[in-house]
Protein backbone atom coordinates (compact mmCIF):
# COMPACT_ATOMS: atom_id res chain seq x y z
CA UNK A 1 0.00 0.00 0.00
CA UNK A 2 1.35 3.36 -0.80
CA UNK A 3 1.94 5.53 1.80
CA UNK A 4 3.14 9.10 2.46
CA UNK A 5 6.39 10.34 3.48
CA UNK A 6 6.25 10.84 7.45
CA UNK A 7 6.65 14.83 8.36
CA UNK A 8 7.74 14.31 11.81
CA UNK A 9 9.23 10.86 11.49
CA UNK A 10 11.21 8.81 14.43
CA UNK A 11 13.06 5.41 14.30
CA UNK A 12 13.82 3.62 17.63
CA UNK A 13 16.11 0.70 18.58
CA UNK A 14 14.83 -1.49 20.79
CA UNK A 15 15.91 -5.28 22.72
CA UNK A 16 17.77 -6.46 25.37
CA UNK A 17 21.12 -5.73 26.82
CA UNK A 18 24.26 -6.53 24.54
CA UNK A 19 22.34 -7.24 21.19
CA UNK A 20 24.09 -4.28 19.11
CA UNK A 21 20.96 -1.82 19.14
CA UNK A 22 23.28 1.07 19.46
CA UNK A 23 25.98 -0.29 16.54
CA UNK A 24 22.26 -0.26 14.34
CA UNK A 25 21.41 3.02 15.64
CA UNK A 26 24.65 4.47 14.85
CA UNK A 27 24.73 2.79 11.49
CA UNK A 28 20.65 4.41 10.66
CA UNK A 29 22.17 8.02 11.81
CA UNK A 30 25.06 8.08 9.11
CA UNK A 31 23.39 6.80 6.51
CA UNK A 32 20.02 9.52 7.25
CA UNK A 33 21.18 12.12 8.47
CA UNK A 34 20.43 10.81 11.87
CA UNK A 35 21.34 11.80 15.96
CA UNK A 36 20.93 9.75 18.55
CA UNK A 37 19.08 9.86 21.85
CA UNK A 38 19.62 7.86 24.54
CA UNK A 39 17.00 5.91 26.26
CA UNK A 40 18.87 4.55 28.89
CA UNK A 41 17.95 5.25 32.43
CA UNK A 42 22.01 5.00 33.64
CA UNK A 43 23.74 5.88 30.89
CA UNK A 44 22.09 9.27 31.70
CA UNK A 45 24.72 9.70 34.59
CA UNK A 46 28.05 11.63 33.68
CA UNK A 47 31.37 9.56 34.09
CA UNK A 48 31.05 5.38 34.67
CA UNK A 49 31.44 4.39 31.70
CA UNK A 50 32.40 0.95 32.58
CA UNK A 51 29.44 0.48 34.88
CA UNK A 52 26.72 1.79 32.57
CA UNK A 53 28.42 0.57 29.05
CA UNK A 54 28.01 3.67 28.15
CA UNK A 55 29.21 3.91 24.54
CA UNK A 56 32.51 5.09 23.84
CA UNK A 57 33.45 8.53 22.16
CA UNK A 58 35.08 6.57 19.24
CA UNK A 59 32.54 4.09 18.81
CA UNK A 60 29.74 7.03 18.40
CA UNK A 61 31.62 7.29 15.27
CA UNK A 62 31.01 11.35 15.07
CA UNK A 63 27.29 10.53 15.42
CA UNK A 64 25.89 13.48 17.64
CA UNK A 65 24.44 11.60 20.82
CA UNK A 66 21.74 13.39 23.30
CA UNK A 67 21.27 12.68 26.56
CA UNK A 68 23.91 10.66 26.96
CA UNK A 69 26.06 11.59 30.81
CA UNK A 70 24.11 14.83 31.07
CA UNK A 71 23.69 14.10 35.38
CA UNK A 72 25.44 13.91 38.14
CA UNK A 73 25.24 11.44 40.87
CA UNK A 74 23.86 13.48 43.56
CA UNK A 75 20.85 13.30 40.81
CA UNK A 76 18.28 10.48 41.04
CA UNK A 77 17.48 8.45 37.98
CA UNK A 78 14.76 10.60 35.73
CA UNK A 79 11.05 9.52 36.17
CA UNK A 80 9.66 9.18 33.02
CA UNK A 81 7.78 12.59 33.06
CA UNK A 82 11.19 13.63 33.30
CA UNK A 83 12.49 11.78 30.73
CA UNK A 84 10.22 12.50 28.07
CA UNK A 85 9.89 16.28 28.41
CA UNK A 86 13.78 16.18 27.37
CA UNK A 87 13.40 13.53 24.79
CA UNK A 88 10.88 16.22 23.56
CA UNK A 89 12.91 18.87 23.63
CA UNK A 90 15.92 17.25 22.07
CA UNK A 91 14.16 15.37 19.32
CA UNK A 92 12.39 19.10 18.34
CA UNK A 93 16.21 20.63 18.34
CA UNK A 94 16.98 17.48 16.16
CA UNK A 95 14.12 18.14 13.25
CA UNK A 96 15.50 22.06 14.08
CA UNK A 97 18.85 20.80 12.20
CA UNK A 98 17.03 18.92 9.82
CA UNK A 99 18.23 15.74 11.02
CA UNK A 100 16.24 12.29 11.90
CA UNK A 101 15.94 11.47 15.71
CA UNK A 102 17.24 8.02 16.39
CA UNK A 103 16.01 6.55 20.35
CA UNK A 104 17.97 3.87 21.35
CA UNK A 105 17.89 2.27 24.61
CA UNK A 106 16.81 -0.52 26.95
CA UNK A 107 14.81 0.82 29.58
CA UNK A 108 11.61 0.27 27.64
CA UNK A 109 9.42 1.32 29.72
CA UNK A 110 10.94 5.25 28.67
CA UNK A 111 10.31 4.00 25.09
CA UNK A 112 7.26 3.58 25.49
CA UNK A 113 6.23 6.29 27.16
CA UNK A 114 7.74 8.55 25.02
CA UNK A 115 5.97 6.82 21.63
CA UNK A 116 2.27 6.84 23.34
CA UNK A 117 0.69 10.20 24.52
CA UNK A 118 -0.24 8.25 27.60
CA UNK A 119 3.37 8.31 29.27
CA UNK A 120 2.26 4.80 31.20
CA UNK A 121 0.48 3.10 28.27
CA UNK A 122 2.13 0.02 29.27
CA UNK A 123 0.25 0.78 32.89
CA UNK A 124 -3.46 -0.60 31.25
CA UNK A 125 -2.43 -3.61 31.30
CA UNK A 126 -0.94 -3.69 34.59
CA UNK A 127 -3.12 -6.22 36.72
CA UNK A 128 -2.78 -9.07 33.91
CA UNK A 129 -1.52 -12.00 35.49
CA UNK A 130 1.09 -12.57 33.34
CA UNK A 131 2.60 -8.76 33.50
CA UNK A 132 3.39 -9.12 37.37
CA UNK A 133 7.15 -10.38 36.58
CA UNK A 134 7.18 -7.72 33.69
CA UNK A 135 8.28 -4.40 35.12
CA UNK A 136 11.89 -4.52 35.18
CA UNK A 137 11.60 -6.92 38.43
CA UNK A 138 11.76 -3.30 40.13
CA UNK A 139 15.71 -3.05 39.27
CA UNK A 140 16.06 0.36 39.60
CA UNK A 141 13.77 0.23 43.45
CA UNK A 142 15.00 -2.08 45.49
CA UNK A 143 12.28 -0.73 47.75
CA UNK A 144 9.30 -2.12 46.09
CA UNK A 145 11.25 -5.85 47.65
CA UNK A 146 10.29 -4.77 51.01
CA UNK A 147 7.75 -6.13 52.80
CA UNK A 148 3.98 -5.88 52.15
CA UNK A 149 3.58 -3.72 55.42
CA UNK A 150 6.29 -1.49 54.30
CA UNK A 151 5.17 -0.76 50.95
CA UNK A 152 1.25 -0.03 51.99
CA UNK A 153 2.74 2.13 54.56
CA UNK A 154 4.65 4.34 51.61
CA UNK A 155 1.32 4.13 49.02
CA UNK A 156 -0.63 5.49 51.58
CA UNK A 157 1.97 8.28 52.14
CA UNK A 158 2.37 9.02 48.01
CA UNK A 159 -1.53 7.92 47.04
CA UNK A 160 -3.64 7.21 49.89
CA UNK A 161 -6.37 7.05 47.16
CA UNK A 162 -4.58 4.02 45.53
CA UNK A 163 -3.81 2.72 49.16
CA UNK A 164 -7.34 2.38 50.36
CA UNK A 165 -8.39 0.78 46.96
CA UNK A 166 -6.31 -2.36 48.03
CA UNK A 167 -6.23 -4.71 50.33
CA UNK A 168 -3.78 -4.82 52.60
CA UNK A 169 -2.47 -8.09 51.67
CA UNK A 170 -2.82 -7.90 48.36
CA UNK A 171 1.26 -7.43 47.61
CA UNK A 172 1.47 -7.18 43.74
CA UNK A 173 -1.02 -4.69 43.36
CA UNK A 174 0.11 -2.35 46.35
CA UNK A 175 4.09 -2.84 44.93
CA UNK A 176 2.48 -2.04 41.35
CA UNK A 177 0.77 1.19 42.01
CA UNK A 178 4.49 2.43 44.69
CA UNK A 179 6.17 1.54 41.70
CA UNK A 180 4.18 3.62 39.37
CA UNK A 181 4.36 6.91 42.00
CA UNK A 182 8.29 6.05 41.92
CA UNK A 183 9.30 5.90 38.01
CA UNK A 184 6.86 8.76 36.83
CA UNK A 185 6.88 11.32 40.29
CA UNK A 186 2.53 10.66 39.55
CA UNK A 187 0.15 8.96 41.78
CA UNK A 188 -1.19 5.99 40.41
CA UNK A 189 -4.81 6.89 40.82
CA UNK A 190 -4.40 10.63 38.77
CA UNK A 191 -2.46 8.54 36.45
CA UNK A 192 -5.93 6.10 35.79
CA UNK A 193 -8.14 9.44 36.10
CA UNK A 194 -6.24 11.34 33.40
CA UNK A 195 -6.42 8.30 31.09
CA UNK A 196 -10.51 7.80 31.68
CA UNK A 197 -10.81 11.30 30.57
CA UNK A 198 -8.92 10.55 27.52
CA UNK A 199 -10.74 7.31 26.73
CA UNK A 200 -14.21 7.47 27.54
CA UNK A 201 -15.98 5.02 25.31
CA UNK A 202 -15.38 1.57 24.24
CA UNK A 203 -16.79 -0.69 21.81
CA UNK A 204 -18.66 -3.60 23.60
CA UNK A 205 -19.67 -7.01 22.24
CA UNK A 206 -16.60 -6.04 19.59
CA UNK A 207 -13.96 -8.74 20.24
CA UNK A 208 -11.52 -6.50 19.65
CA UNK A 209 -12.62 -4.14 22.27
CA UNK A 210 -11.54 -0.91 20.56
CA UNK A 211 -11.34 2.75 22.53
CA UNK A 212 -12.82 6.02 20.95
CA UNK A 213 -10.00 8.51 20.58
CA UNK A 214 -10.02 12.03 19.27
CA UNK A 215 -5.97 11.67 18.32
CA UNK A 216 -3.63 9.35 17.60
CA UNK A 217 -2.57 7.49 20.46
CA UNK A 218 0.99 8.13 19.41
CA UNK A 219 3.55 10.78 19.35
CA UNK A 220 5.07 10.66 16.31
CA UNK A 221 5.06 7.80 12.73
CA UNK A 222 7.07 5.75 14.62
CA UNK A 223 9.50 3.18 12.85
CA UNK A 224 10.63 0.49 15.27
CA UNK A 225 13.27 -2.08 15.24
CA UNK A 226 13.72 -5.26 17.48
CA UNK A 227 17.17 -6.21 17.72
CA UNK A 228 16.55 -9.70 19.13
CA UNK A 229 19.41 -12.39 19.99
CA UNK A 230 19.01 -16.19 20.77
CA UNK A 231 19.54 -16.79 23.93
CA UNK A 232 22.41 -19.06 24.76
CA UNK A 233 24.21 -16.51 22.25
CA UNK A 234 23.27 -13.63 24.03
CA UNK A 235 24.29 -15.25 27.80
CA UNK A 236 27.51 -15.95 26.60
CA UNK A 237 28.24 -12.90 24.72
CA UNK A 238 27.05 -11.33 28.39
CA UNK A 239 29.20 -13.22 30.19
CA UNK A 240 32.16 -12.06 27.79
CA UNK A 241 31.09 -8.34 28.54
CA UNK A 242 30.82 -8.56 32.21
CA UNK A 243 34.74 -10.02 32.12
CA UNK A 244 35.51 -7.23 29.89
CA UNK A 245 34.18 -5.07 32.21
CA UNK A 246 36.43 -5.91 35.02
CA UNK A 247 39.32 -5.23 32.67
CA UNK A 248 38.36 -2.51 32.01
CA UNK A 249 38.02 -0.74 35.08
CA UNK A 250 34.50 -1.64 36.79
CA UNK A 251 36.35 -1.61 39.70
CA UNK A 252 37.81 1.30 40.24
CA UNK A 253 34.09 2.87 39.22
CA UNK A 254 32.74 0.65 42.81
CA UNK A 255 35.46 2.80 44.24
CA UNK A 256 34.75 5.64 43.00
CA UNK A 257 30.50 5.81 43.96
CA UNK A 258 32.43 4.38 47.50
CA UNK A 259 33.92 7.10 48.06
CA UNK A 260 31.18 9.38 46.66
CA UNK A 261 28.77 7.79 49.06
CA UNK A 262 31.15 8.15 52.00
CA UNK A 263 31.54 11.64 51.62
CA UNK A 264 28.36 12.58 51.19
CA UNK A 265 27.91 11.09 54.35
CA UNK A 266 30.04 13.00 56.34
CA UNK A 267 28.52 15.95 54.54
CA UNK A 268 25.44 15.13 56.45
CA UNK A 269 23.88 14.07 53.20
CA UNK A 270 22.59 10.56 52.94
CA UNK A 271 22.72 8.05 50.25
CA UNK A 272 19.86 6.09 48.98
CA UNK A 273 21.21 3.07 47.38
CA UNK A 274 17.95 2.15 46.50
CA UNK A 275 17.60 4.11 43.77
CA UNK A 276 19.45 5.81 40.89
CA UNK A 277 22.73 4.82 39.49
CA UNK A 278 23.29 2.60 43.49
CA UNK A 279 21.43 -0.03 41.53
CA UNK A 280 23.28 -0.45 38.17
CA UNK A 281 24.41 -3.45 37.89
CA UNK A 282 28.00 -4.47 38.89
CA UNK A 283 27.76 -2.10 41.83
CA UNK A 284 26.04 -3.93 44.48
CA UNK A 285 26.83 -7.31 43.33
CA UNK A 286 30.85 -6.05 44.22
CA UNK A 287 30.46 -4.10 46.88
CA UNK A 288 30.96 -6.73 49.44
CA UNK A 289 34.19 -7.70 47.49
CA UNK A 290 35.73 -3.85 47.79
CA UNK A 291 34.97 -3.84 51.65
CA UNK A 292 36.93 -6.69 52.22
CA UNK A 293 39.62 -5.43 49.61
CA UNK A 294 39.56 -2.23 50.98
CA UNK A 295 39.18 -3.60 54.73
CA UNK A 296 42.93 -5.70 54.35
CA UNK A 297 41.81 -8.33 56.73
CA UNK A 298 40.67 -10.50 54.03
CA UNK A 299 43.13 -13.25 53.01
CA UNK A 300 44.54 -13.66 49.00
CA UNK A 301 42.52 -16.99 48.92
CA UNK A 302 38.83 -14.81 50.45
CA UNK A 303 39.23 -12.19 48.20
CA UNK A 304 39.73 -14.69 45.22
CA UNK A 305 36.39 -16.11 46.82
CA UNK A 306 34.83 -13.48 46.68
CA UNK A 307 35.79 -11.51 43.62
CA UNK A 308 34.58 -15.04 41.77
CA UNK A 309 31.11 -14.86 43.59
CA UNK A 310 30.57 -10.97 42.40
CA UNK A 311 31.66 -11.81 39.00
CA UNK A 312 29.07 -14.40 39.19
CA UNK A 313 26.45 -12.59 40.56
CA UNK A 314 26.75 -9.74 38.11
CA UNK A 315 26.36 -11.86 34.96
CA UNK A 316 23.41 -13.77 36.89
CA UNK A 317 21.59 -10.13 37.24
CA UNK A 318 23.15 -9.60 33.48
CA UNK A 319 21.19 -12.26 32.01
CA UNK A 320 17.94 -11.58 33.99
CA UNK A 321 17.90 -7.99 33.28
CA UNK A 322 17.87 -9.54 29.50
CA UNK A 323 15.38 -11.65 30.00
CA UNK A 324 13.31 -8.55 31.55
CA UNK A 325 13.53 -6.53 29.08
CA UNK A 326 12.68 -8.91 26.62
CA UNK A 327 9.14 -8.97 28.59
CA UNK A 328 8.53 -5.78 28.83
CA UNK A 329 8.69 -5.72 24.92
CA UNK A 330 6.46 -9.19 24.22
CA UNK A 331 3.95 -8.31 27.24
CA UNK A 332 3.64 -4.88 27.03
CA UNK A 333 5.13 -3.16 23.89
CA UNK A 334 3.55 -5.76 21.50
CA UNK A 335 0.11 -5.44 23.09
CA UNK A 336 0.25 -1.54 23.35
CA UNK A 337 1.30 -1.36 19.82
CA UNK A 338 -1.94 -3.88 18.58
CA UNK A 339 -4.37 -2.11 20.27
CA UNK A 340 -3.58 1.59 18.28
CA UNK A 341 -3.36 -0.43 15.25
CA UNK A 342 0.05 0.23 15.14
CA UNK A 343 1.62 -3.11 15.26
CA UNK A 344 3.40 -2.52 11.56
CA UNK A 345 5.88 -0.45 12.65
CA UNK A 346 7.71 -3.08 14.91
CA UNK A 347 10.20 -5.18 13.04
CA UNK A 348 12.32 -7.88 14.46
CA UNK A 349 15.70 -8.13 13.73
CA UNK A 350 18.34 -11.14 14.31
CA UNK A 351 21.32 -10.26 15.91
CA UNK A 352 22.64 -13.62 17.12
CA UNK A 353 25.43 -13.90 14.93
CA UNK A 354 27.82 -11.00 15.76
CA UNK A 355 29.68 -12.02 12.83
CA UNK A 356 26.43 -11.60 10.29
CA UNK A 357 25.30 -8.08 11.92
CA UNK A 358 25.74 -6.22 9.23
CA UNK A 359 23.86 -9.00 7.11
CA UNK A 360 21.46 -10.09 8.87
CA UNK A 361 20.58 -6.37 11.24
CA UNK A 362 21.71 -3.61 9.30
CA UNK A 363 21.22 -4.16 5.69
CA UNK A 364 17.49 -5.12 6.44
CA UNK A 365 16.97 -2.44 8.81
CA UNK A 366 18.66 0.36 6.38
CA UNK A 367 16.19 -0.83 3.53
CA UNK A 368 13.24 -0.94 5.77
CA UNK A 369 14.10 2.97 6.83
CA UNK A 370 14.76 3.96 3.47
CA UNK A 371 10.81 2.75 2.45
CA UNK A 372 9.71 4.20 5.51
CA UNK A 373 11.37 7.61 5.31
CA UNK A 374 10.09 7.93 1.38
CA UNK A 375 6.66 6.49 2.04
CA UNK A 376 6.91 3.96 -0.07
CA UNK A 377 5.17 0.39 0.86
CA UNK A 378 6.63 -1.81 3.51
CA UNK A 379 6.20 -5.70 3.92
CA UNK A 380 4.44 -6.74 7.00
CA UNK A 381 6.64 -7.74 10.43
CA UNK A 382 5.95 -11.28 10.05
CA UNK A 383 7.11 -11.27 6.49
CA UNK A 384 9.50 -9.17 6.68
CA UNK A 385 11.09 -11.54 9.92
CA UNK A 386 13.07 -14.06 10.50
CA UNK A 387 10.85 -17.58 10.16
CA UNK A 388 12.36 -18.62 13.46
CA UNK A 389 11.45 -14.80 15.12
CA UNK A 390 7.74 -14.11 14.26
CA UNK A 391 6.02 -15.91 16.44
CA UNK A 392 7.93 -13.33 18.73
CA UNK A 393 5.43 -10.60 17.11
CA UNK A 394 2.17 -11.79 18.16
CA UNK A 395 0.84 -10.69 21.66
CA UNK A 396 0.92 -13.46 24.28
CA UNK A 397 -2.25 -12.96 25.11
CA UNK A 398 -5.47 -10.90 24.18
CA UNK A 399 -6.22 -7.93 25.59
CA UNK A 400 -8.26 -7.89 28.41
CA UNK A 401 -10.31 -4.85 28.33
CA UNK A 402 -12.07 -5.62 31.66
CA UNK A 403 -8.31 -5.09 32.97
CA UNK A 404 -8.69 -1.41 32.74
CA UNK A 405 -8.80 0.85 35.49
CA UNK A 406 -11.82 2.50 34.55
CA UNK A 407 -13.93 -1.06 34.93
CA UNK A 408 -12.07 -1.53 38.30
CA UNK A 409 -14.69 -2.56 41.43
CA UNK A 410 -12.81 -3.41 44.12
CA UNK A 411 -14.81 -6.58 46.08
CA UNK A 412 -13.31 -8.38 48.83
CA UNK A 413 -14.26 -12.41 49.88
CA UNK A 414 -14.48 -12.07 54.01
CA UNK A 415 -14.42 -16.22 53.66
CA UNK A 416 -11.65 -16.31 51.57
CA UNK A 417 -10.08 -13.13 52.52
CA UNK A 418 -9.59 -12.44 48.66
CA UNK A 419 -9.52 -8.93 46.79
CA UNK A 420 -10.71 -9.10 43.36
CA UNK A 421 -10.36 -5.62 40.87
CA UNK A 422 -12.39 -6.71 37.82
CA UNK A 423 -15.81 -8.09 37.87
CA UNK A 424 -14.33 -11.02 35.63
CA UNK A 425 -11.98 -12.17 38.37
CA UNK A 426 -14.97 -11.74 40.99
CA UNK A 427 -16.79 -14.22 39.14
CA UNK A 428 -13.92 -16.46 38.90
CA UNK A 429 -13.44 -16.54 42.42
CA UNK A 430 -16.84 -17.02 43.34
CA UNK A 431 -17.64 -19.55 41.12
CA UNK A 432 -14.26 -21.47 41.86
CA UNK A 433 -13.66 -25.31 43.77
CA UNK A 434 -12.29 -23.65 46.79
CA UNK A 435 -14.42 -20.59 47.67
CA UNK A 436 -17.48 -22.88 47.03
CA UNK A 437 -15.87 -25.62 49.37
CA UNK A 438 -14.99 -23.18 52.04
CA UNK A 439 -18.60 -21.70 51.54
CA UNK A 440 -19.91 -25.13 52.18
CA UNK A 441 -17.46 -25.70 54.88
CA UNK A 442 -18.81 -21.96 57.05
CA UNK A 443 -22.19 -23.45 56.27
CA UNK A 444 -22.02 -26.68 57.91
CA UNK A 445 -19.96 -25.11 61.08
CA UNK A 446 -23.00 -22.65 61.22
CA UNK A 447 -25.24 -24.95 61.57
CA UNK A 448 -23.45 -27.21 63.72
CA UNK A 449 -23.20 -24.38 65.95
CA UNK A 450 -26.96 -23.95 65.80
CA UNK A 451 -27.69 -27.07 67.24
Known amino acids: MARTPPSSPLIAVIGATGTGKSQLAIALAQRYNGEI ?248 EFKSYMTALESGSATTKELERLQAEALDRTKAATRQYAKRQVRWIRIKLVHALNEVDAASSLYILDGSDASAFDSAVIQPAATLAEDFLNGSALPSPEAAAPPSLAELLKPKREYDVSARPETWTKQHCEICDVTCVVQEQWQQHVNSKAHKKLVSKRRKQAADGSK
Request: proline share 4%.
Open 37 to 284: INGDAMQLYSGLPVITNKITFEEQQGVPHHLLGCIGLREQTWVVGTFVRNALKSIDEIRSRGKLPILVGGTHYYTQSLLFHDRLAEAQDGEGKELQHADEEYEDCPILQQSTETLLEELKKVDPVMAERWHPRDRRKIQRSLQIYLKTGEQASRVYAEQRQRKPAFTNGNAEHKVSVTRSPMRFPTLLFWVHAETRALQERLDRRVDKMLDSGLLNEVRMLNAHAEAENLAGRSIDETRGIWVSIGYK
